[in-house]
């Protein structure tokens, strides 16, 4: 066990410290950061994509030792929890300008729902692996290459709301934190509930199909240019085959 919790720590250090991505920003041109970003969008749905099928639900299928019904269920809700919590945290449909010192609420509502996201990312990164360490891996690549992505989103979000760079990075950070306690809270529902896996697993795997298909894989189709959508399409499937590769590995 305290292997398991020394590496979920490890992992969630490096996913957390993906939320300073936009100190970039700081060196680079925003500009030419953005226009990167389509193609790490399409990277991390493959990746998303590539865990839930070829990780989570085949090892969700090899804990479970009767009624498979529940794996189906579990999955689903995970796609349907996503889908209420987005519900929430519908701030794309927001548009005005805010200043620094008034904020625009919306900007409160990103950092909100930032930090449940990492709350549930950290309790599947710690249920990843309790499964195996290959588990876990994979699971800790496919939610670092959907964090870079969301990271720059969300600084770029919070910049448009009103805060500046510096705070809307500080902010930022402290949202992504939260991955801690959701690790912590698995870690113990897991020692008092030993089957609780069979539930966090699927229920991941649901979380990340939602939001591979739902929230980035649309994201793709806004640009319909011959060259554009050929890379995009590489990438996604870059983003397959390292999980592919990552089950050989195993």
Request: glycine share 8%; with cysteine.
């Amino acid at each position: 066990m305290t292997s398991i919790i020394f590496l979920t720590f490890i992992s969630i250090s490096a996913v957390s410290l993906i939320s300073l991505i936009g100190v970039a920003s700081l060196f680079f041109n925003w500009k030419k950061i953005e226009k990167s970003l389509i193609f790490l969008i399409s990277l991390s749905a493959g990746t998303l994509l590539g865990d839930a099928f070829f990780h989570l639900i085949p090892s969700s299928y090899e804990e479970l030792t009767e009624n498979t019904l529940q794996i189906p269920l579990f999955l689903l809700s995970g796609i349907l929890v996503f889908f209420v919590l987005e519900k929430f945290i519908h701030w794309r449909h927001c548009h005005e300008i805010a200043s620094e010192n008034h904020p625009h609420p919306f900007s409160y509502i990103i950092l909100l729902g930032d930090g449940l996201h990492n709350l549930i990312d950290g309790a599947v990164l710690a249920a990843g692996f309790l499964v195996s360490f290959p588990v876990g891996l994979a699971t800790t690549l496919a939610v670092i290459m959907h964090e870079i992505p969301q990271e720059i989103g969300d600084f770029g979000s919070l910049i448009y709301g009103g805060f500046s760079r510096k705070k809307a990075l500080a902010l930022n950070f402290l949202t992504a934190l939260t991955s801690f306690m959701g690790a912590g809270i698995a870690l113990a529902l897991n020692s008092a509930l030993p089957h609780v896996n069979q539930f966090l697993i699927p229920f991941a795997a649901g979380g990340f199909i939602y939001i591979a298909s739902v929230d980035l894989i649309p994201e793709l189709h806004k640009n319909a240019e011959i060259k554009k959508s050929a890379g995009q399409f590489l990438a996604l499937l870059t983003g397959i085959g390292l999980m592919i590769g990552l089950v050989f590995l195993e």
